[in-house]
């Protein structure tokens, strides 16, 4: 199959493309985070996939565009579901890219982290799956947690310690602040 794999950073990559890999598919990795702030973070990881595409040569759909403002105004004044929104906005961007270069499938690598909410992102790839018609390939990648962690270490990836947005940023540092 022809995958488009959505990645939201390179250590997150490592586990779901080379178990993607490993069945025969044909894999294009897209970046497209908007979520990622501030501008140095997001550079930060996107020149960690570029890094780690010299490595493993796979093709790359890079969105090289900052999105803060873009984000920013779907999730102002909807904090409280903010998560749900911000993993919508990039499987919706990656089965509407999917569909329009010929892909057989689209999924994410957003299913590998074990901080994530994954039964919300099957959901939610599998509701736009039926809008768009475009298949989902659920797995659950969390099986693979260590092995993209040592692998990470091994290549001396850069490792983001926190989620993206600001809000998870200030999460991980202000133990004062409570989610909304
Ligand atoms: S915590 Fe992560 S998934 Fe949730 S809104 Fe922030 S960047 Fe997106």
Not at 27 to 50: A, D, G, M, Q
Not at 69 to 76: A, G, M
Request: proline share 4%; charged share 25%; hydrophobic share 35%.
């Amino acid at each position: 199959m022809k995958i488009l794999l959505h990645t939201c950073c390179a250590p997150c990559l490592i586990y779901p493309y080379s178990f993607l890999k490993a069945r025969c598919h044909e894999i294009t990795v897209f970046f497209y985070n908007p979520n990622i702030h501030p501008f140095l973070e997001f550079k930060k990881r996107t020149e960690t996939i570029k890094n780690y595409k010299e490595i493993l040569s796979f093709p790359l759909v890079n969105e090289n565009k900052y999105g803060l403002t873009e984000f920013l105004q779907k999730i102002v004044f909807n904090e409280s579901k903010r998560c749900s929104i911000c993993y919508a906005m990039r499987l919706e961007k990656t089965a509407t890219l999917a569909i329009k270069q010929g892909f057989d499938a689209f999924t994410t690598t957003l299913l590998y982290s074990k901080y994530q909410q994954h039964d919300l992102i099957n959901f939610l790839g599998e509701k736009i799956s039926i809008q768009t018609g475009i298949p989902f390939i659920y797995h659950d990648f969390r099986e693979g947690w260590q092995v993209g962690i040592d692998e990470a270490l091994s290549l001396n990836m850069y490792r983001q310690s926190y989620c993206g947005c600001i809000y998870s940023e200030q999460e991980r540092y202000d133990k004062s602040f409570k989610k909304p």
